[in-house]
């Protein structure tokens, strides 16, 4: 067990955890409405076409191409008026040569037409003819059969996490109960003497306790079930004591605070103790959220998080998140980017990466990210921002003007 910090890489920590991670075999089937972003525990195909049936993507008429062939504005085609295609059901005629069916957007083409001309390159000569002014193509403002998927196809791999669009998707052809992977349970313990429920009064020396409801956030956000456990006090037996408790039940435990290395800091000891192989880092190369502890015991991902909200924050994104996807076989596990232009120089050591909180603006048609400035204790310079500019590792800073890669919340 490393005593100091022995500080590694972000990309070193990660490797060093994700050798350990073994995703859960726990899954539930549940109805397509509650499935947003859950993540698949099996592919699914589709088991029909979609659409079932040609579908006209304008209002017309339905025709046979051929008969509009060289039509135009002093030649109209002149055809003859069959029926009109109903709404949510088959039509009952067939589009013969030389005819005409009215139909409306989204209506089954009638047996027999293969395009449909836009009412705009019509006129309605009388109650039975109308002439087309236009010619339309085979197949023209027509959506075929299964142009949108076919029966069989793949319409998600499994580790897809289910978006808004995935879900309209399976509804449309009329998957609603999905295979997804059970919510890692995340134990989520705080500790520190200063620190106190947020709804209590405050003590000169005390803090409310902001980590436990940004971690809980951020846990239901990674698709986890968060179970907050309370706060310890600086007391190593009975940190220890409460830390075995909530990893009792648990896939994954989150610690807050005692990270760094004062004599109070008695986490990492603690989590040493939890399991094995135990510790497997202390100290990654970034700031903030040097001193965070990223441990394994027996098969659970152990993090001991810094206690000031920013760096916990940033630690959980970096590590703690990802985790989490992987457990649940998630085939994407970082959040999405933005590129924007630097507002302002941004200076940093080489040797560690540096996360700066910016806010996002679009001025002039570009998107620019102003740094927001401030302590790793001040939870607010994460709360008035949209996202984070990294500063690489070999870099002694950025520069305003730069082109920067913005990590969004
Ligand atoms: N001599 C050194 N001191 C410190 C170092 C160092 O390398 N050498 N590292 C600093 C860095 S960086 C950080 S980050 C912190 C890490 O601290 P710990 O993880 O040990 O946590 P604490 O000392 O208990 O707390 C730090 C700070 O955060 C506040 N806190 C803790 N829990 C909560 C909570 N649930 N909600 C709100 N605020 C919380 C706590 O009151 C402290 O202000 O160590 C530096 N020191
Ligand atoms: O790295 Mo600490 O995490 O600066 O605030």
């Given at each position: 067990?490393?005593?100091?910090?022995?500080?590694?890489?972000?990309?070193?920590?990660?490797?060093?955890?994700?050798?350990?991670?073994v995703?859960?075999?726990?899954?539930?089937?549940?109805?397509?409405?509650?499935?947003?972003?859950?993540?698949?525990?099996?592919?699914?195909?589709?088991?029909?076409?979609?659409?079932?049936?040609p579908?006209?993507t304008?209002?017309?008429?339905?025709v046979?191409?051929?008969?509009?062939y060289?039509?135009?504005?002093?030649?109209?085609?002149?055809?003859?008026?069959?029926?009109?295609?109903?709404?949510?059901?088959?039509?009952?005629?067939?589009?013969?040569?030389?005819?005409?069916?009215?139909?409306?957007?989204?209506?089954?083409?009638?047996?027999?037409?293969?395009?449909?001309?836009?009412?705009?390159?019509?006129?309605?000569?009388?109650?039975?003819?109308?002439?087309?002014?236009?010619?339309?193509?085979?197949?023209?403002?027509?959506?075929?059969?299964?142009?949108?998927?076919?029966?069989?196809?793949?319409?998600?791999?499994r580790?897809?996490?289910?978006?808004?669009?995935?879900?309209?998707?399976?509804?449309?052809?009329?998957?609603?109960?999905?295979?997804?992977?059970?919510?890692?349970?995340?134990?989520?313990l705080?500790?520190?003497?200063?620190?106190?429920?947020?709804?209590?009064?405050?003590?000169?020396g005390?803090?409310?306790?902001?980590?436990?409801?940004?971690?809980?956030?951020?846990?239901?956000?990674?698709?986890?079930?968060?179970?907050?456990?309370?706060?310890?006090?600086?007391d190593?037996?009975?940190?220890?004591?409460?830390?075995?408790?909530?990893?009792?039940?648990?896939?994954?435990?989150?610690?807050?605070?005692?990270?760094?290395?004062?004599?109070?800091?008695?986490?990492?000891?603690?989590?040493?103790?939890?399991?094995?192989?135990?510790v497997?880092?202390?100290?990654?190369?970034?700031?903030?959220?040097?001193?965070?502890?990223?441990?394994?015991?027996d098969?659970?991902?152990?993090?001991?998080?810094?206690g000031n909200?920013?760096s916990?924050?940033?630690?959980?994104?970096?590590?703690?998140?990802?985790?989490?996807?992987?457990?649940?076989?998630?085939?994407?596990?970082?959040?999405?980017?933005?590129?924007?232009?630097?507002?302002?120089?941004?200076?940093?050591?080489?040797?560690?990466?540096?996360?700066?909180?910016?806010?996002?603006?679009?001025?002039?048609?570009?998107?620019r990210?102003?740094?927001?400035?401030?302590?790793?204790?001040?939870?607010?310079?994460?709360?008035?921002?949209?996202?984070?500019?990294?500063?690489?590792?070999d870099?002694?800073?950025?520069?305003?003007?730069d082109?920067v890669?913005?990590?969004?919340?």
């Open positions: 067990m490393p005593d100091l910090f022995q500080v590694v890489t972000v990309a070193e920590a990660r490797a060093r955890l994700g050798a350990h991670i995703p859960l075999s726990r899954r539930e089937v549940i109805p397509l409405h509650e499935a947003l972003d859950r993540v698949l525990a099996e592919e699914l195909r589709s088991p029909v076409d979609l659409p079932a049936f579908r006209s304008v209002d017309g008429f339905a046979r191409a051929v008969d509009t060289g039509a135009s504005e002093s030649l109209p085609a002149y055809l003859t008026l069959c029926g009109e295609v109903p709404m949510g059901r088959a039509p009952e005629f067939t589009v013969t040569s030389g005819e005409a069916a009215l139909i409306h957007t989204g209506g089954m083409l009638p047996s027999g037409s293969d395009s449909v001309v836009m009412v705009e390159y019509t006129q309605r000569l009388d109650p039975t003819m109308i002439e087309v002014v236009r010619p339309v193509a085979i197949g023209e403002n027509v959506i075929p059969v299964g142009e949108d998927v076919s029966r069989g196809d793949l319409l998600f791999p580790g897809h996490r289910l978006r808004p669009q995935d879900l309209g998707g399976l509804a449309g052809v009329g998957i609603v109960r999905v295979p997804v992977v059970a919510r890692p349970r995340v134990a989520i705080a500790s520190g003497d200063e620190i106190i429920p947020a709804d209590a009064d405050v003590a000169p005390q803090v409310r306790d902001i980590n436990s409801y940004t971690i809980a956030a951020l846990v239901r956000r990674a698709g986890g079930e968060p179970v907050l456990c309370g706060i310890a006090p600086d190593p037996t009975i940190l220890d004591r409460m830390a075995r408790s909530a990893l009792e039940g648990a896939d994954l435990l989150v610690l807050s605070a005692g990270s760094s290395v004062s004599a109070r800091d008695y986490t990492v000891r603690v989590i040493e103790a939890l399991g094995a192989p135990g497997l880092v202390h100290g990654v190369a970034i700031h903030p959220g040097k001193p965070t502890i990223i441990a394994v015991a098969e659970r991902p152990v993090f001991g998080l810094p909200p920013v916990a924050i940033i630690a959980f994104g970096l590590f703690v998140a990802p985790a989490l996807r992987r457990l649940q076989g998630a085939l994407e596990v970082d959040p999405p980017t933005v590129q924007a232009v630097l507002t302002l120089n941004i200076a940093s050591k080489p040797g560690r990466e540096d996360f700066v909180p910016v806010r996002l603006e679009r001025r002039d048609g570009a998107l990210a102003e740094p927001v400035f401030g302590k790793s204790n001040l939870i607010y310079t994460l709360a008035h921002a949209d996202g984070l500019v990294r500063v690489p590792l870099l002694s800073g950025l520069y305003a003007g082109t890669e913005v990590v969004l919340f």
